[in-house]
DNA sequence: TATAATCGGTTGCCGTGGCAACAAAATCAG
DNA sequence: CTGATTTTGTTGCCACGGCAACCGATTATA
């Protein structure tokens, strides 16, 4: 119980309070084995998640078959909830890129959900809208080495010079709409102009700028 | 006042209920001049709205001056909400395309809110949140014919048979992440090809598919 | 009505990056 | 350790579409 008043959707909120909301959000813990769909595009959204442990990954498939990556969940994040109180069909698959511990929750009572319970929803909403406008701004850029380039200093800016990716090759290049072949072929042109260095998914920027 | 009733935000809500939360949500009504901006990117978002009559479209602008428009606003639709209750700064700017009419909202009173505003709003928020993913979606078309014709299938789907679209060439080109002169050689290029017909931005798909 | 400004269509040029196919490296299974 | 599978890097080909430049049509301003 200890680890959910850690959780950005109890922010701020006593144990006592947090057991009380749990009821309102029929709470439910859940093991969930790597490779697994939580959430299926298309279909409608029944119930929501916190991740307590593991990887999600967020994925759109298009008519061509084209896989494209849209976000990647790490512990603590939460999953489903925005679109729980619309008839909205699901945008993406959310599957396990590795076993998980999830907290599941809904059908929720919002007549009982304390209001500090609903403003850190809401904040969570907004900097997950937030993060699919950031990708959009990224797809929005033609040119792929500035596109890579937007990319990784942003990921600069959050997590310091040295940073570890959330992807493998095939799932950056997913994120960024782009090949993988074309995108390793950039990666390595940038490394030799010196714009950065990586090795796997670890990166740095050597600020040369460009 | 009655005009509010319709909209949305106050779905299944008698007058008299409307009236008590409008002071809770401290609405305001103003006119907005064309052209003007309501949002600017980049800053906090501090208060959001109701578009009343008129049109807005958000656009972001890339480091490299280019344009792109994330969405068109028709009356009736709130904006900036999603980003009222967290501190990430506004990834569009909104401006007014025509002259408008407004109802500001904000700061909000969370805690006098009705459960059931809650529960309309986060169903406009999920709506809001589903179209952003429509337009990832056409993102990751690589092909730019089969991107035109998802989009426009979407359209057909959505407003029939015959339809018109919010934008001009240049908006619609910069929704689309496309270079204006390339879609309309595409444009044509479907045209000739038997697979839709427009003049304007009224537009009409013929069936045959692809 | 003249003039400017905006909008849409057309066309040639040519670079970017998708695609396919292969090679090397790393990871996994038995 | 050996073979299989996955992951990443490399390279040639060439079509798609960005870009620029131009023109006609439509709309706004005076």
Known sequence: MTELTGLPLFAGMDEK????????????????????????????????GILLSGQLQGQQINEDG???????????????????????PAPVTLTA??????LWLGPVDLARADARLIRN?????????????????????????????AYLSDREKEAGKEFTLPFDRNGMAAYLNADRSALSRELSRMKTDGILEYHKNQFRLTGKGL
């Open 66 to 88: 084209a896989l494209s990556v849209i976000t990647t969940l790490s512990a603590g994040m939460m999953f489903g909830e925005i679109l729980i109180f619309s008839d909205h």
């Open 17 to 48: 309070t947090v057991a009380e909301q749990m009821t309102a959000l029929r709470g439910q813990k859940a093991q969930i084995s790597k490779g697994s769909v939580l959430i299926r595009e298309g279909e409608k959204t029944e119930r929501c």
């Open 97 to 102: 890129v590795t076993d998980c511990r999830v």
């Open 121 to 149: 929803l809401l904040s969570i909403i907004g900097k997950e809208y937030w993060a699919l406008h950031q990708k959009i701004r990224y797809c929005a850029i033609v040119s792929l080495r500035k596109r890579i380039y």
